[in-house]
């Protein structure tokens, strides 16, 4: 299917766990992409974004509005998974294959800890084998750089002492996956890449996730500005221009 130009190939939830099983066994170097409108908006305006998304092994959809779009343009049904439950499924199914498990990125050291320690006492089997902050990561027109390089440098090695099998990276949409993209060669025992965005700070219990019902009817972006109206500009641009540029 094609939404506002970006070519996608969504998958539903059985087809994604069973992708997910099989990469754990046999992939190397896959990328996860969960896509909502508002990186299907930054995506028409940034050609290297454009390019990551559609060279991602793994579609899954985060939003509401794109179900909403499909609908109205007569494409098969699509299933949502959104990127916190998606980390739940692998982190289960890592625990029960042994794959050892990282997690990378958000500002507060804290946050990290707390989410990893909520995914450990979820799946008590889980092999955690590392968190790093590391420098802060800008975009540039040709991928990221790292405010601070040596400390960039020691998270890339880091993470490839420890050899994880699935790399959680969190730096916010679009610095996260072109930050996989500019790094998958050097990560060379990373089976999954996933760039999850906020989802730590919501399994940290730092951020609370709307309602079961709420996001049963895609009114999950009404309680998050609610609980966050600073956010109220990326909502703008994840309902109306998302519309205009879908629809048109």
Not at 18 to 26: I, W
Not at 97 to 105: E, I
Request: with cysteine; charged share 25%; proline share 4%.
């Amino acid at each position: 299917m094609k939404l506002a130009g970006i070519q996608l190939r969504p998958l539903r939830r059985a087809e994604a766990l069973a992708r997910f099983s099989e990469v754990l066994k046999n992939g190397h170097g896959e990328m996860v992409a969960t896509i909502n409108p508002e990186m299907i908006v930054h995506a028409t305006r940034d050609q290297l974004f454009k390019t990551i998304i559609h060279s991602a092994e793994v579609h899954l959809i985060d939003g509401f509005g794109i179900q909403l779009v499909a609908r109205l343009k007569r494409y098969p049904k699509l299933e949502r998974l959104t990127g916190v439950d998606a980390i739940d499924h692998l982190c289960e199914m890592a625990a029960e294959q042994g794959s050892r498990v990282f997690l990378r990125g958000t500002r507060i050291p804290t946050t990290l800890m707390r989410a990893a320690h909520e995914l450990k006492r979820r799946y008590p089997k889980l092999n955690f084998v590392g968190t790093h902050i590391g420098s802060e990561v800008f975009e540039t027109h040709d991928g990221v750089r790292a405010a601070d390089p040596r400390a960039h440098e020691e998270a890339i090695d880091r993470i490839n002492v420890t050899q994880p099998d699935v790399l959680f990276v969190a730096f916010g949409h679009s610095k996260q996956e072109k930050w996989i993209w500019h790094h998958k060669k050097q990560l060379p025992s990373v089976k999954l890449f996933m760039g999850v965005g906020g989802a730590f700070e919501m399994i940290a219990g730092d951020i609370r996730r709307a309602p079961r019902f709420m996001r049963r009817i895609g009114l999950e972006w009404a309680w998050r500005l609610a609980k966050e109206p600073w956010r109220g500009r990326r909502v703008w641009n994840a309902t109306a221009v998302f519309l205009w540029k879908a629809l048109r």
